[in-house]
Structures are given as structure tokens and as C-alpha cells.
């Protein structure tokens, strides 16, 4: 089977990398295939477009994911989850497709909130470079506060100032993961798992 992904970040992102990976874990005998549309604004645009190359490539489920709360949260007032699946919907439409043909993954926040999960992973991933590390599991993953600002904060004190680069660090996290206990704490993470496995919830 082959999945394919719409995801607002670049051609090389982490959160391209993190689902990737997490694909793989979850389902081995898959192809992967996405379409990178940097930020919210073209993805809830463009999604439709995307998602008709890459039905055309052979994708057999493809995967919508976006972030409810995007960087510019301060300037454009509380976002509208609804809204925004009134926007995706449009873009799908335009292109004669409809909900039926995609699966919707809107994120509370940034997808970092799967990377805080589980502490374990975490501890271990900064004890590499610094004393012990014991880190919390977090309970409640997608209602975590700004995400990727309490990763930078952990690199802040475990690796000596170095600054989190999404890019290069999420894929490095996520690839500690051993299993799914703690990540299914996150009620998004068990819809993507879940659907990637054609299985209820």
C-alpha cells in the first residue's frame, strides 16, 4: 500500500522526516510519497491539487496534516478548526475530489507535542551528551503549550545551548521510539495510527 502526505513544511522537513519514520515503524510494508506546501495558508489552498498528483501516483490514502495553531497564532486571533476543514474541503472540490478521498490529521499545535510523549526517549536522547537526564512523560500531548518551545528549552539546558533545529532534531527523537504506549496518549497520534492500519479506533 502506498500513503501519501500534504504537509506544511519544506522538502526536507521534520515533520516530513518524524512521519516518515513513524510510518515505516507502523506500517513496514508501505510506500511513502508527499507533497511538501510549506506553510498553512498554501496547504489549505493548494491540498486539493496535491492530493489529486498524488492519488494519481498510486496513493492509496492520503493524509491531510496540518497544525491548528500555526507561528503566527499572536496576530490572527484563535484559529478555527472547522474553518479550516471548510477551506481543505473547497480546495478538494476544486479538483473534483471530496473528504471521502483523503484523511483529515489537525494537529493541536506543532507535531514536536509527539516528541515530549515520552520522557524516556527523551532522557535518553540529551543523557547522550549531558549527566542524567530524567524527563517526564507527558500525559496530555496535544494540549502541551507551544511544543516546539519547551524542546528548545530542553536543548537550552542539555545541549549546552544548542538550538533545536526541527529539521535535523525531530528525526533523531522520533527515532528512539521503541513503542507506541506513551504516543498514544495523543488522541491525533491514535487516529494517524490507526487509519494507517486500517483498523477502528
Known amino acids: 500500500m502506498k500513503f501519501g502526505f500534504i504537509l506544511e513544511c519544506g522538502p526536507d522537513g521534520g515533520d516530513m522526516k518524524v512521519l516518515k519514520h513513524l510510518t515505516f515503524l507502523?506500517?513496514?510494508?508501505?510506500?511513502?510519497a508527499y507533497e511538501p506546501l510549506s506553510v498553512k495558508t498554501a496547504l489549505l489552498k493548494e491540498c486539493g491539487k496535491a492530493a489529486k498528483r498524488l492519488?494519481?501516483?498510486g496513493c492509496e490514502k492520503v493524509f491531510i496534516v496540518w497544525d491548528l495553531f500555526p507561528a503566527w497564532r499572536e496576530d490572527k486571533g484563535k484559529p478555527c478548526r472547522h474553518e479550516d476543514k471548510e477551506s481543505i474541503k473547497a480546495s478538494l472540490a476544486a479538483e473534483e475530489l471530496s473528504e471521502d478521498d483523503v484523511i483529515f490529521l489537525c494537529l493541536e499545535e506543532e507535531l514536536e507535542a509527539w516528541l515530549l510523549a515520552d520522557g524516556r526517549v527523551l532522557s535518553k536522547y540529551f543523557t547522550k551528551s549531558h549527566r542524567k537526564v530524567n524527563i517526564k512523560n507527558e500525559t496530555r500531548p496535544?494540549?502541551?503549550k507551544d511544543p516546539k518551545g519547551k524542546l528548545i528549552e530542553y536543548f537550552k539546558a542539555y545541549?549546552?545551548?544548542?538550538?533545536?533545529?526541527c529539521?535535523?532534531?525531530?528525526?533523531?527523537i522520533i527515532k528512539g521510539i521503541e513503542n507506541f504506549q506513551k504516543l498514544k496518549k495523543s488522541e491525533i497520534f491514535r487516529r494517524f495510527y490507526y487509519k494507517l492500519r486500517n483498523e477502528e479506533l
Do not use: L, M, S, W
Open 55 to 57: 492519488i494519481k501516483e
Open 159 to 165: 545541549k549546552g545551548g544548542q538550538k533545536y533545529e
Open 167 to 172: 529539521n535535523a532534531h525531530a528525526e533523531q
Open 26 to 32: 507502523i506500517a513496514p510494508y508501505a510506500e511513502f
Open 142 to 144: 496535544d494540549k502541551i
